[in-house]
């Protein structure tokens, strides 16, 4: 019976090995795959920068020679014809570029340059969809959203440089100036617990809001200090950061207040809830509307590692959006980035 239990236990450690080296290696088939198709939009989009001219009619006459000599491949089209050709346009001087850009999907790259102008920024997004395998989908809504100035340009109201001995900076990163959420069901005069209610029922556009590294723990997260509990609204684990993150809603202003009260949960998480191998304990508080001058004097005095943002709700998510937005899974790892070769008409 024991030999029995141990080959069981060597032929799943076997098991188990086999298929990451399997899934390793389908992604790595798949990126591959992308930068090839990338790289051959790029040629023929330079062989159609250089013969083809107004109303000479060389794409309309090079989509439809192609559709026949491969009839069962699509990317083909007209349009996307002309996609190759402002593709080539957009990176001819810049190989390194290109190599950057071969390693995402070809509608992100549309996309990107359509809605992007500025390169630096787009080098942010695509670095991003790199790094957290965002879908067609989700790259839209960041679009939309304008990630990258809330995340990076708007100034960020937190104390962590003070109160973090490490990871400040990243700890920083993820903190947005707005955050912005779908929750278009809201009341006009919603209050806070409505609010919790309906991040929980959209909590998959939530943990897409805070970003990568986010894992759900609970809500109304009971902790009991002095034999009185005391409730946390959101309490999230991240992993990159490897610690705990408490999110307090409040339906109005600001008030300094409301960063004591926080403090004094970060201070009971650390004391009671994290362990040895856990990070000091972050809290974000999130508030309708606040007065900057008065957030950075309440961070000054308050010893925990604390952020506040506004938060936005957003009433243009589209229905088919939703639908598409990834699982908690999903958001925490990478997803694989697929070959994209349809046709865009």
Same mark, same amino acid.
């Given at each position: 019976?024991?030999?029995?239990? $141990?080959?069981?236990?060597?032929?799943?450690?076997?098991?188990?090995?086999?298929? $990451?080296?399997?899934?390793?290696?389908?992604?790595?088939?798949?990126?591959?795959?992308?930068?090839?198709?990338?790289?051959?939009? !790029?040629?023929?989009?330079?062989?159609?920068?250089?013969?083809?001219?107004?109303?000479?009619?060389? #794409?309309? !006459?090079?989509?439809?020679?192609?559709?026949?000599?491969?009839?069962?491949?699509?990317?083909? %089209?007209?349009?996307?014809?002309?996609?190759?050709?402002?593709? !080539?346009?957009?990176?001819?001087?810049?190989?390194?570029?290109?190599?950057?850009?071969?390693?995402?999907?070809?509608?992100?790259? #549309?996309?990107? #340059?359509?809605?992007?102008? @500025?390169?630096?920024?787009?080098?942010?997004?695509?670095?991003?969809?790199?790094?957290?395998?965002?879908?067609?989908?989700?790259?839209?809504?960041?679009? @939309?959203? $304008?990630?990258?100035?809330?995340?990076?340009? $708007? +100034?960020?109201?937190?104390?962590?440089?003070?109160?973090?001995?490490?990871?400040?900076?990243?700890?920083?990163?993820?903190?947005?100036?707005?955050?912005?959420?779908?929750?278009?069901?809201?009341?006009?005069?919603?209050?806070?617990?409505?609010?919790?209610?309906?991040?929980?029922?959209?909590?998959?556009?939530?943990?897409?809001?805070?970003?990568?590294?986010?894992?759900?723990?609970?809500?109304? !997260?009971?902790?009991?200090?002095?034999?009185? @509990?005391?409730?946390?609204?959101?309490?999230?684990?991240?992993?990159?950061?490897?610690?705990?993150?408490?999110?307090?809603?409040?339906?109005?202003?600001?008030?300094?207040?409301?960063?004591?009260?926080?403090?004094?949960?970060?201070?009971?998480?650390?004391?009671?809830?994290?362990?040895?191998?856990?990070?000091?304990?972050?809290? +974000?508080?999130?508030?309708? %509307?606040?007065?900057?001058?008065?957030?950075?004097?309440?961070?000054?005095?308050?010893?925990?590692?604390?952020?506040?943002?506004?938060?936005?709700?957003?009433?243009?998510?589209?229905?088919?959006?939703?639908?598409?937005?990834?699982?908690?899974?999903?958001?925490?790892?990478?997803?694989?980035?697929?070959?994209?070769?349809?046709?865009?008409?």
């Amino acid at each position: 019976m024991q030999e029995e239990n $141990n080959l069981n236990k060597n032929f799943q450690e076997i098991f188990e090995n086999i298929k $990451n080296d399997v899934t390793k290696t389908q992604l790595e088939i798949m990126i591959n795959a992308n930068a090839n198709l990338v790289n051959l939009y !790029y040629r023929i989009g330079k062989t159609i920068f250089e013969n083809s001219s107004w109303g000479n009619k060389f #794409i309309d !006459y090079l989509s439809m020679e192609l559709k026949i000599a491969f009839p069962r491949q699509k990317g083909f %089209s007209i349009r996307n014809l002309k996609y190759m050709k402002s593709f !080539y346009m957009e990176y001819k001087d810049d190989n390194e570029f290109v190599q950057l850009v071969a390693q995402i999907p070809w509608k992100h790259n #549309i996309i990107l #340059i359509q809605k992007i102008k @500025d390169k630096n920024v787009r080098k942010w997004y695509i670095e991003k969809i790199i790094e957290e395998g965002w879908v067609e989908s989700v790259l839209l809504y960041q679009l @939309d959203t $304008n990630l990258y100035q809330r995340q990076i340009k $708007n +100034i960020k109201h937190t104390n962590f440089d003070l109160t973090l001995k490490q990871n400040s900076d990243l700890a920083n990163y993820i903190v947005k100036e707005p955050y912005v959420f779908d929750l278009i069901e809201l009341t006009e005069d919603y209050k806070e617990k409505e609010l919790e209610n309906k991040m929980l029922e959209r909590l998959k556009n939530v943990l897409l809001e805070l970003g990568s590294g986010f894992s759900f723990v609970g809500n109304q !997260y009971k902790i009991t200090v002095g034999n009185q @509990d005391f409730f946390i609204d959101l309490l999230f684990y991240h992993i990159k950061l490897k610690c705990y993150v408490a999110v307090e809603l409040k339906a109005v202003e600001f008030v300094p207040e409301f960063g004591s009260k926080l403090g004094f949960y970060l201070t009971a998480l650390d004391e009671k809830v994290r362990d040895e191998n856990d990070n000091p304990s972050i809290g +974000i508080l999130l508030c309708k %509307s606040k007065n900057n001058e008065i957030v950075d004097y309440t961070l000054k005095y308050i010893n925990k590692p604390l952020g506040v943002s506004e938060y936005k709700i957003f009433n243009e998510l589209p229905e088919n959006l939703l639908k598409e937005l990834p699982t908690e899974e999903d958001i925490n790892l990478h997803l694989e980035i697929k070959e994209d070769g349809e046709e865009d008409e």
